[in-house]
């Protein structure tokens, strides 16, 4: 058994790394969407339960024929979607070594190195955005869970008896506000910590989709007014579908009027601390009782990678996370519990994520991310000035990160309907996505949908941006 073991590996260490090389060499001339529908797919994967076991070869090469040229082209640098960037090579191969080594990054005995390398990444990122000594923090699945983890923490604070009695010890119903462009994650959270989703306050934008400062005031003094508890308030740094950054400061300002938590959702903007051009646009970051920020979007780190920050220290986290189940709690001495990570979020057994973090940093250091973070701000004005000259085409919103959004409006579009102007886009962003040549998304914006780019791919070059130019000059053409 042992010598089949070592076996395998020297087998999977042979066959593997040349699948990755292939991959990588081939990802700047291969289509970025695969042509298969769901149908096609469902029929290659329609196979019964495997009785037996079936040759390592035989498995690596249904990667290759069935699985690779039909996956997304995420690490494509001409994917222009979402949040996803083209993972870093040394995080691909890092993905395989915290598995050789299956840390249990739940409780320090199962992990000894892990959870030290994930309160040293933790520090880093703390320390990236100035947070302070006393700031701690836990890698979480991605953003969502991220929020979810500190929205928890708000509800706790808020009232404290909620952990233990459930909402029904609460003096009065709870209220989230965050602008009506955050993440769809924020509206599951307020739902599964148990507040409904109607407590979740949408808050107005202006006409650059950054929340209103104003109107939320009004609403958090109606909702106090009607006996209601203001338990969060919730400022995004770097909004999903386009990319802008709420006023950090005055969000901190009203959080303290009315003595909220204020959590701040930069699971996609807070990697513009890495630049000192455009660091300045986080200002007020620091004055959140909790951050949330995904190094699985732009540090490159593959998935999954988020975070939860918090300013006041651990303790914060194990207010609302901490047990000590017999299996777990035996005495050893005390400060190792202190890296018990399953004692400050949700997960038991954990992966040993912290080490693809650790590596990236490592490897890119903050002037390697500064200057993948400056040029993709670069790329994204250079596509919005060419944009801005390209017939019938229309910007919404200004570029304050790497995304860029706007519509195909020529006069002949602009006389139509409403619905009518919705289905160009979308028929423009169908025909590039069938090209397979580049991928973009839309998203809906004032009410009308249009078409958003985000470049996330250290990749992408200005000629990667000329094929998608290129390609929606023709898309439009033809439409
Ligand atoms: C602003 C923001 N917050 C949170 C999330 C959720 O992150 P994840 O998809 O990693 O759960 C996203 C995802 O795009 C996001 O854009």
Request: proline share 4%; with cysteine; net charge negative.
């Given at each position: 058994m042992t010598d089949d073991f070592v076996e395998q590996h020297k087998l999977l260490a042979r066959l593997v790394p040349q699948i990755i090389n292939d991959y990588a060499a081939a990802l700047d001339s291969r289509r970025v969407t695969p042509p298969s529908t769901p149908a096609e797919l469902e029929k290659l994967f329609d196979e019964p339960l495997p009785e037996n076991g079936v040759a390592i070869e035989e498995i690596l090469r249904r990667f290759r024929e069935d699985i690779e040229p039909n996956a997304m082209g995420v690490p494509s640098p001409k994917y222009f979607g979402q949040f996803n960037p083209t993972p870093l090579p040394i995080g691909v191969w890092a993905d395989a070594l915290s598995s050789l080594l299956n840390q249990n990054a739940g409780a320090w005995r199962n992990g000894p190195t892990s959870a030290m390398i994930e309160a040293r990444v933790i520090r880093w990122l703390c320390d990236l955005l100035e947070y302070g000594s006393r700031s701690f923090g836990t890698l979480a699945s991605g953003g969502s869970e991220a929020n979810l983890i500190a929205l928890k923490c708000a509800r706790d604070n808020a009232v404290a008896t909620i952990k233990d009695r459930g909402l029904r010890s609460a003096a009065g119903d709870l209220v989230v506000y965050a602008s009506e462009q955050c993440h769809y994650s924020i509206d599951k959270s307020v739902d599964l910590l148990g507040l409904g989703r109607e407590s979740l306050r949408k808050i107005p934008t202006d006409e650059r989709f950054h929340i209103r400062v104003d109107a939320l005031a009004e609403q958090i003094a109606s909702d106090r007014g009607a006996g209601r508890i203001p338990c969060c308030i919730v400022g995004v740094a770097g909004t999903t579908s386009t990319g802008v950054i709420d006023p950090l400061e005055d969000l901190a300002a009203i959080a303290r009027e009315y003595q909220c938590w204020y959590h701040i959702?930069?699971?996609?903007?807070?990697?513009?601390?890495?630049s000192s051009q455009h660091k300045e646009k986080l200002r007020g970051i620091a004055l959140a009782d909790s951050i949330t920020f995904d190094p699985h979007k732009w540090m490159f780190v593959p998935f999954s990678c988020g975070a939860t920050l918090v300013r006041d220290g651990g303790r914060v986290l194990r207010d609302s996370f901490d047990m000590s189940p017999e299996y777990l709690s035996e005495d050893r001495g005390g400060a190792d519990v202190e890296f018990d990570f399953f004692r400050y979020g949700q997960m038991g057994t954990r992966r040993f994520n912290s080490l693809k973090l650790w590596m990236a940093f490592k490897f890119m250091g903050v002037r390697g991310y500064a200057q993948a973070v400056e040029r993709q701000i670069e790329l994204t004005n250079y596509l919005a000035s060419q944009l801005d000259q390209m017939p019938g085409f229309k910007r919404v919103g200004q570029v304050e990160t790497a995304v860029c959004c706007f519509h195909y409006l020529p006069d002949s579009v602009s006389r139509l309907d409403g619905i009518e102007q919705d289905r160009v886009q979308q028929r423009l962003q169908q025909t590039i996505e069938r090209s397979g040549e580049a991928w973009l998304t839309t998203t809906v914006l004032h009410g009308r949908r249009a078409m958003r780019v985000n470049i996330n791919s250290f990749l992408t070059e200005q000629r990667h941006v000329d094929v998608l130019l290129n390609a929606l000059r023709q898309a439009a053409f033809t439409l």
């Amino acid at each position: 058994m042992t010598d089949d073991f070592v076996e395998q590996h020297k087998l999977l260490a042979r066959l593997v790394p040349q699948i990755i090389n292939d991959y990588a060499a081939a990802l700047d001339s291969r289509r970025v969407t695969p042509p298969s529908t769901p149908a096609e797919l469902e029929k290659l994967f329609d196979e019964p339960l495997p009785e037996n076991g079936v040759a390592i070869e035989e498995i690596l090469r249904r990667f290759r024929e069935d699985i690779e040229p039909n996956a997304m082209g995420v690490p494509s640098p001409k994917y222009f979607g979402q949040f996803n960037p083209t993972p870093l090579p040394i995080g691909v191969w890092a993905d395989a070594l915290s598995s050789l080594l299956n840390q249990n990054a739940g409780a320090w005995r199962n992990g000894p190195t892990s959870a030290m390398i994930e309160a040293r990444v933790i520090r880093w990122l703390c320390d990236l955005l100035e947070y302070g000594s006393r700031s701690f923090g836990t890698l979480a699945s991605g953003g969502s869970e991220a929020n979810l983890i500190a929205l928890k923490c708000a509800r706790d604070n808020a009232v404290a008896t909620i952990k233990d009695r459930g909402l029904r010890s609460a003096a009065g119903d709870l209220v989230v506000y965050a602008s009506e462009q955050c993440h769809y994650s924020i509206d599951k959270s307020v739902d599964l910590l148990g507040l409904g989703r109607e407590s979740l306050r949408k808050i107005p934008t202006d006409e650059r989709f950054h929340i209103r400062v104003d109107a939320l005031a009004e609403q958090i003094a109606s909702d106090r007014g009607a006996g209601r508890i203001p338990c969060c308030i919730v400022g995004v740094a770097g909004t999903t579908s386009t990319g802008v950054i709420d006023p950090l400061e005055d969000l901190a300002a009203i959080a303290r009027e009315y003595q909220c938590w204020y959590h701040i959702d930069a699971a996609y903007g807070g990697s513009l601390a890495f630049s000192s051009q455009h660091k300045e646009k986080l200002r007020g970051i620091a004055l959140a009782d909790s951050i949330t920020f995904d190094p699985h979007k732009w540090m490159f780190v593959p998935f999954s990678c988020g975070a939860t920050l918090v300013r006041d220290g651990g303790r914060v986290l194990r207010d609302s996370f901490d047990m000590s189940p017999e299996y777990l709690s035996e005495d050893r001495g005390g400060a190792d519990v202190e890296f018990d990570f399953f004692r400050y979020g949700q997960m038991g057994t954990r992966r040993f994520n912290s080490l693809k973090l650790w590596m990236a940093f490592k490897f890119m250091g903050v002037r390697g991310y500064a200057q993948a973070v400056e040029r993709q701000i670069e790329l994204t004005n250079y596509l919005a000035s060419q944009l801005d000259q390209m017939p019938g085409f229309k910007r919404v919103g200004q570029v304050e990160t790497a995304v860029c959004c706007f519509h195909y409006l020529p006069d002949s579009v602009s006389r139509l309907d409403g619905i009518e102007q919705d289905r160009v886009q979308q028929r423009l962003q169908q025909t590039i996505e069938r090209s397979g040549e580049a991928w973009l998304t839309t998203t809906v914006l004032h009410g009308r949908r249009a078409m958003r780019v985000n470049i996330n791919s250290f990749l992408t070059e200005q000629r990667h941006v000329d094929v998608l130019l290129n390609a929606l000059r023709q898309a439009a053409f033809t439409l």
